[in-house]
């Protein structure tokens, strides 16, 4: 490897490493403030956490690896730009083509790593996350489930209890609350017994107290009083979007369903964008001599919005049917590709070529 594409490489790495270890301790101080947040409120177990902030991070890494390696090129050959370092490259016969060469040294190992865990960590850990919440937000387990406090799950379940026995599974004075489809019903109980806390079939038995059920339409609201209750709480399911997540690329693949073909080209497509968009920051990170090298981050950050939006739009026009699965998510990556054509061609002086 020559000395100048080492020397830009260099520059560009440890900006990355910088940057992207930057990122990870932001989204996993945001994601371990929030799983807290609900495991102080009774609907997630605490020891579940870490595992489900590690999973986050490995999920987010898809994404922070890319901006990191995008910014940290738009930045680092800002710098040489505005140190004049480039303008010195060229003047001694350096061409263009050994800048788009170190960034390439970069970008193609990253998009392959960025491609294999999208297409796989991905799905792998979404799997792990989805069990674990389940597991802790469904099952009915005394452990769970904080006194004086209101414990919710995804599923709309909400249990309030004066006092709790964690060796007897017994709750006193007990308030529950569940809703469902048109109707909403809401238990009080001078004390309640937790049958079964299995995730597929929760039961509880309620003595000594009264029933609600309100409809959300019309007058036909019933009260009831009862000894002894035996009652078949609602599971957690999760949603169509959360299975899609989760799913493995074959599945995906022999799937009929829109939204499935715009999951897996999502998946396909995270690695090829990341190589693009490390070129496009090429020609956005030009600027004058003594201008600064951060006056390269309003334009690169106008072309990530531009992309990320554009990318989103796409998968979800492809999965409501009102866009073509052909060439559906890959058509940002296409028109990224178009545009880092037009810049090469505008770097090697193509255009004044071709024009003239």
Request: aromatic share 8%; proline share 4%.
């Amino acid at each position: 490897m020559k000395l100048i594409e080492h020397y830009i490489m260099v520059e560009i790495r440890r900006l990355v490493a910088i940057l992207v270890g930057f990122l990870i301790f932001i989204f996993a101080s945001y994601s371990a403030q929030r799983y807290l947040t609900e495991a102080a409120n009774g609907t997630l177990a605490l020891e579940v956490v870490l595992d489900i902030v590690f999973y986050k991070v490995l999920i987010a890494l898809e994404m922070l690896l890319p901006v990191g390696l995008y910014v940290s090129v738009g930045v680092a050959l800002g710098q040489l730009y505005t140190d004049s370092e480039i303008v010195a490259i060229t003047a001694v016969g350096g061409s263009p083509v050994r800048v788009y060469k170190a960034v390439m040294f970069l970008a193609i190992p990253l998009s392959i790593v960025v491609t294999i865990m999208s297409m796989y960590a991905r799905p792998w850990a979404y799997t792990q996350i989805y069990q674990l919440e389940q597991q802790s937000q469904s099952e009915l387990d005394i452990s769970h489930l904080r006194a004086k406090k209101f414990n919710t799950n995804d599923s709309g379940r909400m249990i309030l209890s004066e006092e709790i026995n964690s060796d007897t599974n017994h709750l006193t004075d007990v308030l529950i609350y569940t809703s469902s489809g048109n109707k909403t019903n809401v238990y009080r109980a001078h004390s309640v017994d937790i049958i079964d806390p299995s995730p597929a079939t929760p039961s509880v038995m309620l003595h000594s107290g009264t029933a609600y059920t309100l409809k959300h339409q019309g007058i036909d609201d019933s009260e009831r009083i009862y000894r002894n209750l035996d009652l078949n709480l609602k599971p957690l399911t999760q949603s169509a979007d959360d299975k899609r997540k989760a799913k493995s690329v074959v599945a995906l693949l022999r799937s009929y369903e829109p939204a499935d073909h715009a999951e897996v080209q999502w998946r396909e497509s995270r690695g090829v964008n990341a190589f693009l968009m490390a070129l496009l920051a090429i020609p956005l990170s030009r600027v004058k001599p003594r201008q600064g090298r951060f006056s390269t981050l309003l334009p690169l950050t106008v072309l990530f919005t531009v992309i990320f939006y554009g990318g989103n739009i796409c998968r979800s026009l492809v999965a409501s049917g009102y866009l073509s699965v052909n060439p559906g998510v890959w058509l940002v990556p296409i028109l990224m590709l178009v545009g880092v054509i037009v810049l090469i061609a505008r770097d090697f002086g193509l255009l004044q070529k071709l024009f003239r």
